[in-house]
């Protein structure tokens, strides 16, 4: 089954630290433009990190310098490494297989002040 779950959103202070992890299935994350991306309470959904085939990673300014896109591809794992967090960082994150444009279903980060 080809597919992505997220797992890892929690309820941390701010200045705190999350992993997020996105599992794949079906299809190597290695092959595939890799995204992080966001949705907070009434707002759309924002891009976040971008993690290319040959390594290079991408960032929204905002998350520049304390979040950190990385793989395990003996895991086909796609992690997102936050640290410092923010109350702003409170959100729904999603992984997505840019290529395909396939999403998973999301995990929960709240981020109290």
């Known amino acids: 089954q080809v597919q992505l779950v997220e797992s890892g959103g929690d309820l941390v202070q701010s200045g705190g630290s999350l992993r997020l992890t996105c599992e794949g299935s079906?299809?190597?994350?290695?092959?595939?433009?890799m995204t992080w991306h966001r949705q907070a309470p009434g707002k759309a959904r924002e891009w976040v990190a971008t993690?290319?085939?040959?390594?290079?990673?991408f960032y929204t300014d905002s998350v520049k310098g304390r979040f950190t896109v990385s793989r395990d591809d003996s895991k086909n794992t796609l992690y997102l490494e936050m640290n410092n967090l923010e109350p702003e960082d409170t959100a729904v994150y999603y992984c997505?297989?840019?290529?395909?444009?396939?999403w998973g279903q999301g995990t929960q980060v709240t981020v109290s002040s």
């Open positions: 997505q297989n840019f290529d395909s444009s396939m």
């Open positions: 079906g299809f190597p994350i290695s092959d595939v433009i």
């Open positions: 993690l290319a085939p040959g390594g290079a990673t």
